[in-house]
C-alpha cells in the first residue's frame, strides 16, 4: 500500500523515482465519493483529509530531493545520510497520517520531530541552528505534552484507543457547560496550535525556516506545518466538540495574529524569514477555517492546506535558488535579479502572484472558501480577514519588487547556476496549484 | 580496569548480594545488614583508580550511606516500640507515622531523590564511568524496591502524597540542577535524579509502571555509559573534541540521549507513557505537570549535550575503527534495536486496549 517505504539505504536516484513512484501511486487513493473512512486494516485508515495529504507529502518530498541535488548530490555533502533521513521522515509522516490510533498517532506526531532536527543541524548552514534546532524542540515537545494527557485520558475512559469512536468519546470524558472544558480545549490543541503555528507561539517557525537547508524548509513549510492542521482535524472529529468560547478566542487570536505577522512580512531583511511569516497568515486562516465550526470552512482549510504546502514550498525553493546565486538571503542585497536570471523572475512572479491568491488558483478556492464560513461563525472578524488579504498581496508583490527590480549588486556573478532539474521543481510545484481547479470534488468532502 | 583486579569480581558479587538480601528479608535487621553489605562492598568498588578524586566521592558517599543506614535502623526501632515487633511486615500504617517517615527518609537519603540529593552530583563528578554506571543503576535498586513494598505494606494518603511531592521535588531538581553543566558525569547524575523522581510518582500509583520504568532507565543507562566509558568523556568540551576513530559510539550516545529525553521513537517515552497512563485517572494530576516540566527542563539539557556530540560526529558510522570489541558491538546494537523496536511495539499494544 501506500505507507511502504522500500529498502531504506538506496541511492538517491533510487530513493528521489521511489517517491515520485509512490506520489504517482497515491493519486489513486484520492477520490473517494463519500466522507468516509476506509479502512486499510486495524491500523491504518484514510480519508479525504489524510489521502490527499499523503499524495502531498509524497510529491514534496521527491521535490525536496530535487530541489537539493545541487546542495547534497552533487557537492557530496552526505547525500545517502539526506535521502535516509528524508525517507525515514516521510514514512512518520505517512504513518501519522493514516493512522487509526491516537497514542499511535500521537507517537508519530512526535517522532517527526527527530528527523527533522537532524535535517536543520545536518545541512543547515549556520551555527545558529544550534538555537533553532532547540527552539523548534522545546516549543513543540513541551506543548504537545498536555496533549498526550488528554489522549491518555479518553483512551483510559472509553478503554479503547481507535480515532474511530468518537461518539463514544464525547458522552463520556466531558462536561461542555463546566468551565473546565476551555482548558480542555485549550490543552487539547496546544500541541497543534503551536505546531501550526498561531501568532504568540510561532517563534521557532522563522528560525527553523531560516537556518534550515532549503530542503528541510520545503517540508516544514509543506507538510509538517499541515501535519498540525491535520491533528486539529482529527482531534476536533474525534472529541466531537461544540461550539466553545475558547474557539472564539483561538479564531480571534489566530487571525489578529495573522494581520500581525502579515504586518511584520514587511520588517524582514531575510528572504526565507519574509517567506516563513507570510506562511504564518495563511496558516491563521486555515485555523480560522477548521474553528469556524461549517464545513465551507473545513473544506476551505483542506484546500488552503495543499495550497499552501505547494506554494510556500515552492517559494523556499525559489528563494535558495537566489541564495544560490547570490550567496545572501538579505533583502538589501538580493536585488535586480530581473536583469541576470530572467527565468528565475518568471517564476517568482508566478509563486508571488498564487500567494497573493489570483484566480485561476486553489489558493483564492480556499479563500472564497473560508471567507464566507469565518463570516457567518463571527462577523467581526471579517475586518481581519480583508487585511489579511489586502497585506498578502502587498507583501508578495513588495517580495517580487524588491528582489527582481533596481539595479544588480556589484558581486553578483554573471552567470546563472539555474538549470533545467530546479525548473523541473518548479514547474511539478506550479501545475497542481493551477490545475487542481478543474478537479475540485478532490477536497470538497461533505 | 576493574575486571581485571583480582578483587573486582569478588566485591561485585558481594555488591549483587547485599542488594538482594536486603530485598528479600523480612525482617528490619536483615535489610539494614543488606544495605550495609552492599555499601561496605561499593567503596573498593569506588576507589579502584586510586584517584584523589575517586576517593572523595567515596568518602562523600561513604558518609550519605552511613548516614541514610543509621536513620533506618533508628526509624525501624521506633516502630518497634507500638508493636513490639521488628518484622517488616508488621510495620503497618498503624505504628507510629515517624517512623514510617524517618525510614522513608532515610530511604531517600540512600537513593539521591529530592530534598536529600545534594551528595548524589558531587559524587558522580569524582568517579570512573563504571562506578557511574553502577552507582545509578544497581545501587538504585534496593531503596526503591524497598520503598515499593513499604508502599505496599502501608498505604495511607499523606504517605502517598509525600511520595509523589518528592517525585516532582526530584524531577524539577533533576531539570533545573542540569542545565549550564559542563561535566557530562553531573549532567547525569542529575537525569538519574529526573528519573529518580518519575519512579518515585509511580510507585504510588503502580508498582508495575515503577519496575517498567526503572528496567528501561537502567537499559538506556547501560548503553550510555558503557559508550562514554569507551570514549572517556569527562566534560562538554572533551565531547567536542573526540576524534573520528570513535563514531560508532557517539551515534549510540546520540541516540540513547533522545531516549533518556523521552522524545516519542525511542524506548524512554514509553515509559514515561506508561507512567502518565497509571495516573491518569487519579487526583494526582496536577503533581504531575511538575513532573512533566521537570522534564522538559532536562530535555533542554540533553539536546545542548546532543549537539555537542552531533558535531562531532561529522562522518559517523565508521565501523571499521571501533574499539571496544565485538561483545561490545553486540551489546551497543542490541541495545539499539530495543530502543526503536520495542517503543513502537509497546506504544502499538498499549493503544491496543
Redesign the interface.
Known amino acids: 500500500m501506500l505507507f511502504i517505504i522500500q529498502n531504506l539505504n538506496m541511492s538517491w536516484y533510487m530513493s528521489f523515482w521511489s517517491l515520485l513512484l509512490l506520489s504517482l501511486l497515491s493519486i489513486i487513493q484520492l477520490y473517494m465519493p463519500l466522507f468516509e473512512f476506509s479502512m486499510q486494516n486495524t ?1 491504518f485508515m484514510n480519508d479525504n483529509i489524510s489521502s490527499t495529504l499523503i499524495s502531498l507529502t509524497f510529491w514534496i518530498s521527491s521535490m525536496m530531493l530535487l530541489a537539493s541535488q545541487f546542495d547534497i548530490k552533487i557537492s557530496m555533502n ?1 547525500s545517502t545520510k539526506f535521502s535516509l533521513c528524508i525517507l525515514i521522515l516521510n514514512f ?1 509522516l505517512i504513518m501519522a497520517f493514516c493512522m487509526t ?4 498517532f ?6 517527526s ?2 528527523p527533522t532536527l537532524m535535517l536543520i ?2 545541512w543547515g548552514y549556520q551555527p545558529e541552528r ?1 538555537q533553532a ?2 527552539y523548534m ?2 516549543y513543540t ?2 506543548a504537545s ?1 498536555p496533549l ?2 488528554i489522549l ?2 479518553a ?3 472509553i ?3 481507535s480515532i474511530l469512536y468518537n461518539f463514544i468519546v464525547q458522552v463520556k470524558i466531558f462536561n461542555a457547560t463546566s468551565w473546565s472544558y476551555m482548558f480542555f480545549i485549550l490543552f487539547s490543541f496546544l500541541a497543534f496550535l503551536v505546531k501550526l503555528p498561531v501568532f504568540s507561539v510561532h517563534l521557532w517557525l522563522p528560525k527553523a525556516h531560516v537556518e534550515a537547508p532549503v530542503a528541510g524548509s520545503m517540508i516544514l513549510a509543506a507538510i509538517l506545518l499541515k501535519l498540525g492542521s491535520y491533528g486539529i482535524l482529527r482531534i476536533y472529529q474525534y472529541l466531537n466538540l461544540q461550539f466553545s468560547f475558547s474557539l472564539t478566542l483561538f479564531s480571534a487570536l489566530a487571525l489578529w495574529g495573522g494581520v500581525l505577522t502579515s504586518i511584520i512580512c514587511f520588517r524582514q531583511i531575510d528572504l526565507k524569514s519574509l517567506i516563513a511569516y507570510s506562511s504564518i497568515g495563511h496558516m491563521s486562516l486555515v485555523l480560522a477555517g477548521l474553528f469556524s465550526n461549517n464545513p465551507w470552512g473545513w473544506m476551505g482549510a483542506l484546500i488552503m492546506m495543499i495550497a499552501h504546502g505547494f506554494c510556500s514550498s515552492a517559494l523556499f525553493m525559489l528563494a535558495n535558488c537566489v541564495y544560490e546565486k547570490t550567496h545572501t538571503r538579505s533583502l538589501y542585497m538580493v536585488k535586480g535579479l530581473l536583469l541576470s536570471l530572467p527565468i528565475l523572475s518568471l517564476w517568482w512572479f508566478l509563486f508571488s502572484a498564487i500567494n497573493m491568491a489570483v484566480p485561476p488558483t486553489i489558493n483564492l478556492l480556499s479563500e472564497i472558501m473560508i471567507f464566507p464560513a469565518m463570516m457567518l461563525f463571527l462577523k467581526y472578524l471579517t475586518l481581519c480577514l480583508i487585511l489579511m488579504s489586502f497585506l498578502a498581496a502587498v507583501y508578495s508583490m513588495y517580495m517580487y519588487t524588491l528582489t527582481q527590480h533596481g539595479g544588480n549588486p556589484k558581486f553578483l556573478a554573471p552567470y546563472g547556476t539555474f538549470n533545467s532539474a530546479k525548473s523541473t521543481v518548479l514547474m511539478l510545484h506550479w501545475i497542481p496549484l493551477n490545475f487542481f481547479i478543474l478537479k475540485t470534488e478532490l477536497f470538497l468532502f461533505v | 580496569m576493574l575486571s581485571i583486579l583480582p578483587f573486582g569480581f569478588l566485591f561485585i558479587v558481594v555488591l549483587g548480594f547485599g542488594t538482594l538480601f536486603s530485598l528479600s528479608s523480612v525482617h528490619w535487621l536483615g535489610i539494614w545488614a543488606g544495605l550495609e553489605i552492599n555499601l561496605i562492598a561499593f567503596i573498593p568498588i569506588l576507589v579502584y583508580s586510586k584517584g584523589i578524586t575517586s576517593s572523595e566521592s567515596a568518602v562523600k558517599y561513604f558518609i550519605a550511606q552511613a548516614m541514610g543506614s543509621a536513620f533506618l535502623i533508628l526509624g525501624s526501632l521506633i516502630g518497634f516500640s507500638p508493636s513490639f515487633s521488628w518484622n517488616f511486615m508488621d510495620f503497618s500504617a498503624h505504628s507510629y507515622s515517624i517512623s514510617l517517615l524517618m525510614v522513608n527518609l532515610a530511604l531517600i537519603l540512600k537513593m539521591g531523590a529530592f530534598p536529600l540529593h545534594y551528595w548524589l552530583p558531587s559524587v558522580m563528578a569524582g568517579l570512573q564511568w563504571m562506578s557511574c554506571l553502577i552507582l545509578v543503576t544497581w545501587q538504585k535498586v534496593a531503596p526503591v524496591f524497598l520503598m515499593m513494598s513499604f508502599f505496599e505494606v502501608s498505604y495511607m494518603f499523606w504517605f502517598a502524597l509525600l511520595m509523589s511531592l518528592v517525585g516532582a521535588g526530584s524531577s524539577m531538581v533533576g531539570g533545573a540542577g542540569g542545565i549550564g553543566q559542563t561535566q557530562v558525569r553531573v549532567l547525569l547524575a542529575y537525569s538519574s535524579i529526573g528519573h529518580l523522581g518519575w519512579i518515585m510518582f509511580s510507585i504510588v500509583f503502580s508498582s508495575m509502571a515503577a519496575k517498567m520504568y526503572f528496567f528501561i532507565y537502567v537499559l538506556i543507562s547501560v548503553g550510555i555509559f558503557l559508550n562514554l566509558w569507551i570514549l572517556d568523556a569527562k566534560n562538554m568540551i572533551s565531547v567536542k573534541s573526540f576524534n573520528q576513530g570513535f563514531n560508532i559510539n557517539i551515534v549510540n550516545i546520540l541516540v540513547l540521549l ?1 531516549s533518556l529525553a523521552g ?3 525511542l524506548l524512554g ?1 514509553v515509559s514515561k ?1 506508561i507512567v ?2 497509571s495516573c ?2 487519579y487526583d494526582f ?1 496536577f503533581i ?1 505537570s511538575f513532573l ?1 516540566l521537570g522534564s ?1 527542563m532536562s ?2 539539557y540533553y ?2 549535550l546532543f ?1 555537542s556530540l ?2 562531532s560526529c561529522s ?1 559517523f558510522l565508521k565501523i571499521k575503527s571501533f574499539v571496544g570489541g565485538l561483545k561490545l558491538i553486540l551489546i551497543n546494537t542490541s541495545i539499539l534495536v530495543i530502543n526503536f523496536l520495542s ?2 511495539i509497546i ?2 499494544l ?4
Open positions: 491500523f552526505s512518520m490510533n491516537t497514542l499511535m500521537y507517537f508519530m506526531f512526535e517522532a520531530l527527530i543541524l545536518g544550534l534546532g532547540m524542540m522545546l515537545v513541551s505534552l498526550l494527557l491518555l485520558f483512551n483510559k475512559s478503554s479503547c484507543s | 533522545i522524545l516519542p521513537p517515552f507513557m502518565v497512563m491518569v485517572n494530576i504531575l512533566i522538559l530535555l533542554f539536546l545542548g549537539f552531533y558535531f562522518s517503543a513502537l506504544t502499538w498499549i493503544g491496543l486496549f
